[in-house]
């Protein structure tokens, strides 16, 4: 998993509250398409229009939003089902880090899951973000610090957010939950040593 320090990107915005798992990817998409084609079909019933062409009424498809690497989203972004193929969308459109005032709690810990940074601000922060970006003509900059836990906007502002400490630590070190594990093996090789004195019928 590649290693998430300081990002300073695009910022997309994204102000439709309530934007749950089967709009950010149909649960048909989820079945036969690989993680890495997921990108491709995010947001495709808003995304694209009958005839495959792009919609230019939808905000992700703006001139000023190609190559974004940061989505500015509305309060409960992520909502309804657990698709953990939602967060592979999203990172398939080259999003790491996903800025709104709540997301759906399984929607956001597979963010931490899959490198994406989650980052929860208050309402009125996030609507001065998406207000900013949104009427931007031209690409607007956002500076992600995660050492720092600091988010600068466009206009110098500086916001502090929170992160619990080991998805801190994981992402910072390009851990998923299998590396997170591994790198207590010494511990869980002592554990089985001891585990095979005390229990060799197990181990045999």
Request: proline share 5%.
């Amino acid at each position: 998993m590649e290693k998430f320090t300081v990002l300073q990107a695009i910022a997309a915005a994204l102000p439709t509250p309530n934007i749950d798992t089967d709009m950010i990817i149909r649960v048909e998409r989820c079945v036969r398409t690989p993680r890495g084609e997921m990108g491709r079909w995010a947001f495709e019933m808003a995304r694209y229009r009958s005839d495959g062409s792009e919609n230019p009424d939808f905000p992700l498809n703006r001139e000023s939003a190609r190559g974004a690497r940061i989505l500015v989203a509305a309060e409960n972004f992520g909502c309804g089902s657990s698709r953990e193929m939602a967060v592979w969308a999203i990172a398939g459109m080259g999003y790491r880090c996903v800025i709104a005032p709540s997301f759906g709690d399984i929607f956001y810990n597979n963010c931490f899951q899959n490198g994406v940074l989650a980052i929860r601000l208050p309402q009125a922060v996030v609507d001065g973000l998406l207000r900013a970006v949104g009427s931007a003509a031209a690409p607007v900059r956002i500076t992600v610090d995660l050492p720092s836990q600091t988010l600068t906007a466009a206009n110098g502002e500086v916001h502090r957010f929170d992160i619990d400490r080991l998805r801190k630590k994981a992402l910072l070190e390009g851990l998923d939950a299998i590396g997170v594990t591994l790198t207590r093996e010494p511990d869980i090789a002592a554990w089985q040593a001891r585990d095979r004195v005390r229990r060799p019928w197990v181990w045999s």
